[in-house]
T-cell receptor, first 115, second 113 residues
């Protein structure tokens, strides 16, 4: 069965610094999507970044980038130049490409940004 | 804010009450979902609708009853809930059930007393 593990329940970062959130997953599939979602306090969950497993190039979205290591089944999120608005719960998620709707979510990492 | 809205945002109900949660999306999506989010646990998929047809009931107790009258609206009817049902209930939608991306609503914070 597929699993997603976020081993850091909470992380802190100084404003303007860089932080990396970890995510590992387990699957026997070769074609899948990986996501990072952000859930600010009392606000809705939004997609931060998406990675397609067949693409070797790491996805980047402004200050957010991932380090996708397919062989190691690792998918970490790097936030550069951290801002106060980055404070939120971050969820890593996996879904098999096509034919299934069963997202697998991690338990989340709470990111605090210190001024 | 995304194109998925949920009402009410907060709900407190007794164990004998009957209430309903509403979700609405104006994204033209064909698939809609209910998730339960509890502290320190992964999001739990409850129900999936594709083109108004339920395609998944993920072993959810019968005290939760979904309804999807059209592709833009999704309800979750609640009756005789238990305190352990207190959680954040999230609605989401996607273009198709096989689409990778989900758009989430803000959630309804439910407290069962």
């Amino acid at each position: 069965a597929q699993t997603v593990t976020q081993s850091q329940p909470e992380m802190s970062v100084q404003e303007a610094e860089t932080v990396t959130l970890s995510c590992t997953y387990d699957t026997s599939e070769s074609d899948y999507y990986l996501f990072w979602y952000k859930q600010p306090p009392s606000r809705q969950m939004i997609l931060v970044i998406r990675q397609e497993a067949y693409k070797q190039q790491n996805a980047t979205e402004n200050r957010f980038s991932v380090n996708f290591q397919k062989a190691a089944k690792s998918f970490s999120l790097k936030i550069s130049d951290s801002q106060l608005g980055d404070a939120a719960m971050y969820f890593c998620a996996y879904v098999k490409r096509g034919g299934t709707y069963k997202y697998i979510f991690g338990t989340g990492t709470r990111l605090k940004v210190l001024a | 804010e995304t194109g998925v809205t949920q009402t009410p945002r907060h709900l407190v109900m007794g164990m004998t009450n009957k209430k309903s949660l509403k979700c609405e999306q104006h994204l033209g999506h064909n698939a809609m979902y209910w998730y339960k989010q509890s502290a320190k646990k992964p999001l739990e998929l409850m129900f999936v609708y594709s083109l108004e047809e339920r395609v998944e009931n993920n072993s959810v107790p019968s005290r939760f009853s979904p309804e999807c009258p059209n592709s833009s609206h999704l309800f979750l009817h609640l009756h005789t809930l238990q305190p352990e049902d207190s959680a954040l209930y999230l609605c989401a939608s996607s273009q198709e059930v096989t689409s990778g991306h989900r758009d989430f609503g803000p959630g309804t914070r439910l407290t069962v007393t």
